[in-house]
C-alpha cells in the first residue's frame, strides 16, 4: 500500500527530527512558526535565535547529534544574515548535512536562486495567514 508507506516515512523523518532551530529577527514570525512546529511535529525541542550569529554560537555549543537537527532561518537579519549561515554550515563538515530550509519575504527569483546555490533545501515566501505556517512545518518534515 503506498499510502501506509508514505506515511510509515513522514513519521521516520519526524522522529528523527529531535531538535528545530527557528531562526528570524522578527519576535510573530517567530512565534507563528514555533506554534505550528509544535502543532504539527508534537514533541520537539525548539530553539529560537533572533539572528545568524546567536545560531552559530548556539550550534558550537550544542552537543546535540546534529543528524537530528533541522534549522529554518530567515533570509535578512543583523548581524549575519542568512545567506552568510548557510554558507558557512556548508564550509564546515560538522554542519554540511543539516537541513536548511529558509523563510523569507522576498520573492526576488534571484536571492531564492542565490539561496538554493548556497545549499538550501527549501525555500518558504513567509504566508500573509498565520495558519500557512502550519503547512510550511509539514513540507519540512516531509
Do not use: W
Amino acid at each position: 500500500m503506498q499510502g501506509s508507506s508514505h506515511l510509515e516515512n513522514l513519521y521516520n523523518k519526524r522522529t528523527q527530527m529531535r531538535k528545530f532551530y527557528i531562526v528570524d529577527d522578527d519576535d510573530d514570525d517567530r512565534m507563528f512558526l514555533k506554534e505550528a512546529v509544535h502543532a504539527v511535529l508534537g514533541n520537539v525541542e525548539i530553539v529560537e535565535q533572533t539572528d545568524g550569529q546567536d545560531l552559530l554560537k548556539a550550534l558550537e555549543i550544542d552537543d546535540f547529534d546534529k543528524k537530528h537537527i533541522v534549522i529554518c532561518t530567515d533570509m535578512n537579519m543583523p548581524k549575519i544574515d542568512g545567506f552568510d549561515v548557510i554558507e558557512f554550515l556548508q564550509s564546515q563538515s560538522e554542519y554540511r548535512n543539516i537541513p536548511v530550509f529558509m523563510i523569507s519575504t522576498t520573492t526576488c527569483k534571484e536571492l531564492i536562486e542565490k539561496a538554493y546555490k548556497l545549499g538550501v533545501r527549501k525555500y518558504f515566501v513567509k504566508p500573509y495567514k498565520i495558519c500557512e505556517y502550519s503547512s510550511i512545518v509539514q513540507e519540512i518534515a516531509s
